[in-house]
C-alpha cells in the first residue's frame, strides 16, 4: 500500500472540500436569493463540469492553466511557478470539477427554507451575510453534510482531470485512483484489490460515522424534536 | 401498428447482425492512429472487406481483450502484448508477427525558448518538464527511460519527469506549453499539428532496444482468414513504405 499517495489524495480531497464549501455556500445562496434572470446562467455554468468528460476537461484545464495564455501566465508569476503537474493545480482543476456536487445539494437545501422565514428575517434587519449564515445554513444542514461529503468523495475518486493536469509525480500528483489506475493497467491486480479494499473500508466507515452524527428525521407525530 | 413494427424491427436487427458479422474489427496501438486509416480505407477498396479499428493504449487494449472484447486483429506497440494474448491461449498463431517498427523523437514546440530538440537539450538544466509515455506499460515511455539510462541521465532527469497515460498525453503535455519538451513517437511528431508548432529530433537507434511493433490475429474470430489478409496488406512493400511515411520503419529495413 502507498501511504504516501494515500496521504496526498485525502490532502487534496480536505482542501477542495473546504474551498468548495467557501465558494459554493455563497454561490448558492445568491442562486437561490437573488432576482436577476442572469442567475439561471450562473447555475448552468456551475453545473456544466458534468457535461463534459473528465479527460477533456483536463486537458482544457492544461491548455487554460498553462504558460500559452495569459491567464496561465499569470498563475505562475503569482505563486512562482506553473499549476500544471503541481499540486496546486490539481487543487483548481478538482475545485472546478466537483462545483456541481458542492452548488447542487445547497441550492436545494437553502430553496427549501421556508420563504416566510427568510423574509421575516430581511424584516428584522438580517444583511444577506447573517440570513446566509444564521438562518439557511443551519436549517439546510443536512445540505451542507452532504454537499461537503459529495465534493470530498467526488474529489477522491476524480482521475481524468488529475491524469491531465497531473503528470503522475509520486508525493505531489500521483493520487489513489492514479496509482489504482496503474495497478490495473500493469495487471498487478493483487495490489490493485488490496488498495480498493482499503478505500473501500476507509470510505464506508467514515461516511457511517458522519451519518450516525446525522439527526433522524421526526414525524410531527411522533413528539419533540431531537 | 405493433403488427408491422416488431418484424420492422427484427429485420433491421437481422441487417445490422450481418452487417456487423462483415466488419473485421482491429484492435490497434494509439500510435497508429494518424497512421492506419487511409491504409485501411485503401485496403477495403481493393478487398470489399470492412473494416473498424478502435485506437487505444496497448496495454487496455490487452485488457479489453483478455476479458472477451471481439476484436479480430491486434496491432500492438510492442511484442509484449501479443505474446501475453498468444500465452492466454487467444491467438491462433505461436509468436506474433512483427509488423513495423517504432522510431522514438525528442520533439519541442518552436517557441520553448530552449536551443533545437537534440540529444544536448536533455543535458540542459533549463529543461525543467520531459514528458514521457509511462514506462510500465507504454512502449515508448520504456524506450524513453532507455535512452536516458544509456545516456546516463536517468536518474537527473526522473523528478523532472511529467509521465503521460500514451504517447499522444505526453504530446498534449508538449504542446500545451506544460512540459518543456517529450520523448514521443515519430508518428504523433509528424502530425500536422505538431508539425506546424514544433521541431523534432530522431533519437539514435542504438541508444534504446528496437520498438518492434508485433501483431496477432485471434483464435476465435470467425474472421480469421479476413484479419490474416489483412496483416499480409501491412507487410506488403506499396504499405511498408506508407507506414515509413508516417514515422514507422519498415520491418525489412535494418
Known amino acids: 500500500m502507498d501511504w504516501q499517495a494515500f496521504a496526498l489524495t485525502l490532502r487534496l480531497a480536505t482542501v477542495t472540500t473546504a ?41 482544457f484545464l492544461l491548455v487554460l492553466l498553462g504558460p500559452r495564455t495569459a491567464f496561465g501566465r499569470g498563475i505562475a508569476v503569482l505563486l512562482g511557478h506553473p499549476l500544471a503537474f503541481s499540486f496546486d493545480g490539481l487543487v483548481v482543476g478538482s475545485v472546478i470539477y466537483s462545483l456541481p456536487f458542492a452548488v447542487q445539494p445547497l441550492v436545494a437545501g437553502f430553496a427549501s427554507v421556508e420563504p416566510a422565514l427568510v423574509d421575516a428575517a430581511r424584516l428584522l434587519g438580517a444583511g444577506s451575510a447573517r440570513l446566509v449564515l444564521s438562518l439557511l445554513v443551519p436549517l439546510a444542514r443536512r445540505s451542507l453534510i452532504a454537499a461537503a461529503v459529495l465534493s470530498f468523495l467526488h474529489t477522491v475518486g476524480e482521475f481524468g482531470v488529475v491524469l491531465m493536469l497531473g503528470g503522475d509525480i509520486p508525493g505531489s500528483t500521483r493520487t489513489l485512483s492514479i496509482l489504482l489506475y496503474n495497478q490495473v493497467e500493469n495487471f498487478d491486480y493483487a495490489a490493485a484489490g488490496r488498495t480498493s479494499a482499503i478505500l473501500i473500508v476507509f470510505s464506508v466507515v467514515a461516511l457511517a460515522i458522519i451519518y450516525s452524527k446525522r439527526e433522524k428525521r421526526v414525524s ?6 431531537a | 401498428m405493433t403488427k408491422r413494427f416488431f418484424p420492422a424491427l427484427l429485420a433491421l436487427l437481422l441487417i445490422a447482425h450481418l452487417h456487423a458479422q462483415a466488419v473485421l474489427r482491429v484492435a490497434a496501438a494509439a500510435d497508429l492512429q494518424p497512421v492506419l486509416p487511409p491504409i485501411l480505407a485503401q485496403f477495403q477498396q481493393q478487398t470489399g472487406i470492412h473494416t473498424d479499428a478502435t485506437y487505444q493504449a496497448s496495454a487496455m487494449l490487452t485488457t479489453q481483450i483478455v476479458n472477451g472484447a471481439p476484436f479480430d486483429l491486434f496491432l500492438s506497440a510492442d511484442l509484449g502484448y501479443p505474446q501475453r494474448l498468444i500465452a492466454a491461449g487467444l491467438a491462433d498463431s505461436p509468436a506474433p508477427v512483427t509488423y513495423a517498427r517504432g522510431t522514438l523523437v525528442l520533439w519541442e514546440r518552436n517557441d520553448s525558448g530552449l536551443p533545437p530538440p537534440s540529444l544536448d537539450l536533455l543535458r540542459n538544466p533549463a529543461l525543467k518538464r520531459l514528458a514521457i509515455a509511462n514506462p510500465d506499460r507504454a512502449p515508448y515511455g520504456r524506450a524513453a527511460v532507455a535512452v536516458l539510462k544509456s545516456l546516463n541521465l536517468y536518474d537527473a532527469l526522473q523528478p523532472r519527469f511529467a509521465t503521460a497515460e500514451n504517447i499522444a498525453q505526453a504530446a498534449q503535455f508538449v504542446d500545451s506549453g506544460n512540459a518543456d519538451a517529450g520523448l514521443i513517437s515519430l508518428t504523433a511528431a509528424l502530425t500536422p499539428r505538431l508539425q506546424s508548432s514544433g521541431a ?12 518492434e511493433q508485433g501483431a496477432v490475429v485471434f483464435a476465435a474470430s470467425p474472421q480469421r482468414e479476413a484479419a490474416r489478409k489483412l496483416l499480409d496488406f501491412l507487410l506488403s512493400p506499396p504499405v511498408q513504405a506508407e507506414l515509413a511515411k508516417g514515422g514507422l520503419t519498415p520491418v525489412t529495413e535494418k
Not at chain 1, 410531527?220 to 424534536?225: D, E, L, N
Open chain 1, 19 to 59: 474551498i468548495l464549501l467557501a465558494i459554493a455556500v455563497p454561490l448558492a445562496a445568491l442562486i437561490v436569493l437573488g432576482r436577476s434572470r442572469w442567475l439561471a446562467v450562473v447555475e448552468a455554468l456551475a453545473t456544466l463540469p458534468l457535461v463534459l468528460p473528465p479527460t477533456v476537461l483536463g486537458f
Open chain 1, 220 to 225: 410531527p407525530a411522533g413528539g419533540s424534536r
Open chain 2, 200 to 211: 523534432y529530433f530522431v533519437i539514435p537507434r542504438n541508444l534504446y532496444p528496437p520498438i
